[in-house]
């Protein structure tokens, strides 16, 4: 296809999936718990205002980052407090915190548009990333991305090899039987929730401090909802969360490659391919019913009430 | 046994708002001993043990285990401890295998593949066959219980509590048990054995501490006291067996040929060509252990799933495809299993609740408005009538205790006078009294022409309320027999026992292959 290089197009890729790669990972914990929070879109883009404006104040991306992902945290907690101690609706009190975080933002963020964040360094020399090929697809990147691949590959040898792991899967398949054994549901919950809202936090930061260099008002434009239907349709398995990150952003950057090649198909029909893809692609992966129920989190959405 | 007791209670009391649930209890248990803690329903049995195993804090009084002052903060301290305690309703995790559900309930699991070794040792040291890469929603529920007994076993306890364990065992897996509990006892384990069921009490325990209303009202060595003078202690009264006269069944009201279900959920089992013909004036008793196929019966029958005509008939019109509301109006009508949220809507008032289901025989509803007094008067009739304990029909159902509840949802269905009654698990987990007055009323109802079908886990309460007999096993019917004629022996292995040996036999192949 004319004018796009397969190798800029990767490395597109791989920046522009990561925001919702890691709310998706941050979710998908969660979730395994037992707990629903449909709050990820506010909570990335309250991770992006306040990662950006620290950054631009302080000069530093890394504060810029800890701050995105202290704010996700600190909205996370309030969700956790409404839905674990004060047994709130957990679908009603995440559109909650969707809309509050939108709006919260778009107020932080008044002033900022236009502002330039503080450039990020790479770890790598530009000596490895100046290789042919696979130089910038491996070494171009900002530490961040590296990060975000070794949490899944954290998440998924916790999950499935670990004490840890064992206790969250068991938590979130029968909450009731875990409190029977003596395990604490609601703080263990409660530490993933925060543990999600950290992480969709850092994909805000990363996406308004790294990716677009700039505040705009709402620019997750859907990215955290994108991020929660990866969860489910990726089975709540952690690498093929990663796949389906990836699809989604690599159809974006070859849609938006494609819209600044002037292909002739109409602009709206390119903007939402990455969505329509995506969700396709993840349903025909997880249509095999019983094995997705196997690992679907029994308690999902469930409220947790100890008694006796 | 004169030396120092393992676990002694002493003067503990406990209060929940509105309700005492223990009241100055005291009693001991010797090593090695089977202590039989007896008790109805809502005597207060399950706080008791609650508060061994650290999930209920006492308000007053204490335990001394081993002779040291025992006050578990929380279960963990007590397993610690020594005590180990199986769960009424299983602490299991579906979709888990059986080596991950027991490294749950270990302080220091080992990997797993250790713990895959000892599992194995440890099943087969007690005789209780456990393949540890298993689903356990793919086990039964006596396999089940397999993995509560070795997840204990394999923390070495002092003392094992087992709550109600054999309410879902058949009769081979009920030996097994007790074979496995006396090995251990006789080990030096005690084991304190909660239950309501005298003859296993009878037959396994070397005391019985009995409780009623949070109180201990009495002390006896089960061996030598008869059932009916441990009923009356633990009732307060004596009670009637239910019965009725030798009545003539009619012509066959319901046929049901071919019947196949696929299940709705994972772990759920399928429907294979089931056949039954009920007759009027019939009780047939449908026995076998729960997930072969129960719900799916239930669902079949009432009309939550549709099937192809042909394979449902009443009175010979075919009603296979019939929705439960146009099998309502015809006459079927149905009590499952699970009372709060399936028989009855939790949050909703006894009189919505009336409603729901009485609604197209009662005539409860005219071109859509719901006539609300007559609804009122039918609800406060099933109230009545059947010895419903409840301030009044509006309180919602999740208010009633489960026997009061099950009182009203089998009251609503018989008072709207069936051709055909279904229902599953009548008595599951009513205290004896209220349990005796169902069966009652469910031969009262058969006596007068309705044929019933009664499915359950309790084979006592199906020798004693059926006409016939037939075993659900893996989503199959077995042959229907005449009750009359049936040992406990021929049941178990109509219900599975049978099976098990078959299952064996395939692994002794695989294993020599």
């Known amino acids: 296809m004319m004018g796009i290089d397969p190798i800029t197009l990767i490395v597109a890729l791989i920046t522009v999936s990561t925001p919702v790669l890691l709310a998706a990972i941050g979710e998908l914990v969660v979730e395994k718990t037992g707990v629903l929070n449909l709050g990820v879109e506010g909570m990335m883009i309250t991770g992006a205002v306040m990662g950006f404006v620290v950054a631009v104040n302080t000069g530093s991306p890394t504060l810029g980052f800890l701050a995105g992902m202290a704010s996700g945290m600190a909205l996370s907690l309030i969700f956790g407090v409404l839905t674990q101690m004060l047994l709130s609706n957990q679908v009603a009190t995440g559109l909650a915190l969707t ?35 696979i130089g910038p697809i491996l070494f171009g990147h900002s530490l961040i991305i590296y990060l975000s691949v070794l949490l899944v590959a954290a998440v998924w040898y916790v999950l499935g090899y670990t004490k840890v792991g064992l206790i969250i899967r068991a938590v979130g398949e029968n909450h009731d039987a875990a409190h029977a054994l003596g395990y604490k549901v609601i703080r263990i919950r409660l530490m993933a929730i925060m543990f999600g809202g950290a992480c969709a936090g850092l994909g805000g930061a990363f996406l308004s401090v790294v990716r677009v260099q700039n505040w705009v008002d709402g620019m997750t434009a859907g990215a955290g909802w994108i991020a929660l239907a990866l969860v489910v349709f990726a089975s709540w398995k952690p690498w093929r969360a990663l796949l389906g990150a990836y699809l989604f952003g690599g159809v974006t950057a070859l849609q938006l490659r494609l819209q600044a090649a002037g292909i002739n198909i109409p602009v709206e029909i390119l903007a939402m391919s990455p969505y329509v893809i995506t969700i396709i692609v993840l349903v025909i992966m997880s249509s095999d019913k019983s094995r997705t129920a196997l690992n679907a989190p029994a308690a999902l959405g469930k409220v947790f009430h100890a008694t006796g | 046994m004169t030396g120092e007791p393992l676990l002694s209670i002493n003067n503990i009391t406990k209060a929940y708002p509105g309700v005492v649930a223990n009241s100055d209890v005291s009693f001991q248990i010797q090593p090695g001993e089977v202590h039989a803690l007896l008790g109805e329903n809502g005597a207060g049995k399950s706080t008791l043990v609650k508060m061994i195993y650290g999930l209920v804090r006492p308000d007053s009084g204490s335990m001394t285990f081993r002779g040291a002052a025992y006050a578990p903060p929380e279960p963990r301290v007590a397993r610690s401890t020594g005590v180990a305690m199986v769960f009424q309703h299983f602490s299991l995790f579906e979709a888990l295998n059986v080596a991950e559900n027991i490294a749950l309930g270990m302080e220091n699991p080992p990997p797993q593949r250790d713990l895959a070794k000892r599992i194995r040792e440890v099943s087969e040291a007690y005789g209780l066959p456990l393949d540890p890469d298993r689903l356990v929603g793919d086990l039964s529920a006596g396999e089940r219980q397999r993995v509560e007994i070795i997840r204990c076993l394999l923390q070495d306890p002092k003392l094992l509590i087992m709550d ?65 003078e441990m009923a009356e202690l633990m009732v307060g009264k004596s009670l009637a067996t239910p019965a009725r006269d030798n009545a003539e069944l009619g012509e066959v009201i319901l046929k049901v040929a071919g019947l196949s279900v696929e299940p709705s959920n994972p772990f759920g089992t399928p429907l294979r060509h ?170 009262d109802l058969a006596q007068k022409g309705a044929g019933v079908i009664v499915i359950s886990q309790d084979l006592d309460e199906l020798l004693e309320v059926s006409d016939n007999f037939a075993a659900l096993n893996e989503g199959r019917l077995s042959n229907v027999r005449t009750t009359r004629d049936l040992t406990m022996e021929t049941i178990g292995l109509m219900l599975g026992g049978a099976h098990d040996m078959h299952d064996l036999d395939e692994e002794a192949i695989h294993a020599e292959a």
């Open chain 2, 164 to 228: 109600e364990p054999t309410s879902v065992l058949t009769p081979q897996e009920v030996e097994i048990l007790f074979h496995t509990l006396r090995k251990l006892a006789a080990e030096g384990t005690s084991i304190l054995y909660i239950s309501h069921k005298l003859e296993e009490i009878r037959a396994l325990c070397d005391e019985a501490t009995i409780l009623r209303l949070g109180k201990v009202v009495g002390k006896c060595t089960p061996r030598d006291t008869s059932a009916a």
């Open chain 1, 99 to 133: 809309l509050f975080g939108l709006g919260l933002s778009a107020l932080l963020g008044v002033g900022y548009p236009g502002s330039t964040p503080p450039p990020v360094s790479d770890p790598f020399p530009a000596a490895m990333a100046e290789i042919p090929v």
């Open chain 2, 274 to 443: 089931v056949g039954i013909e009920l007759r009027a004036g019939e009780v047939l008793g449908i026995g076998g252990v729960a997930g072969n196929g129960q719900d799916e019966l239930l669902a079949a029958l009432s009309g939550e799933v549709t099937t192809p005509p042909g394979t449902i008939t009443l009175n010979k019109t075919p009603i296979g495809d019939k929705g439960p509301n146009e099998r309502r109006e015809m006459g079927i009508l149905c009590a499952p299993e699970e009372r709060l949220g399936h028989a009855a809507a939790p949050d909703m008032s006894l009189v919505e609740n009336a409603l729901l289901t009485a609604r197209q025989r009662k005539n409860l509803a005219d071109s859509g408005f719901v006539n609300w007094g007559a609804t009122r008067a039918y609800a406060e009739k099933v109230i009545a009538d059947f010895d419903v304990r409840t301030p009044g029909p509006d309180n919602v159902a999740r208010s009633l205790s489960g026997g009061n509840l099950q009182k009203f949802v089998i009251g609503r269905e018989i008072l709207q006078d069936p051709t055909v009654l279904v229902v599953n698990q009548p008595t599951w987990g009513v205290d004896a009294s209220a349990a005796a007055d169902i069966r009652q009323a469910i031969l």
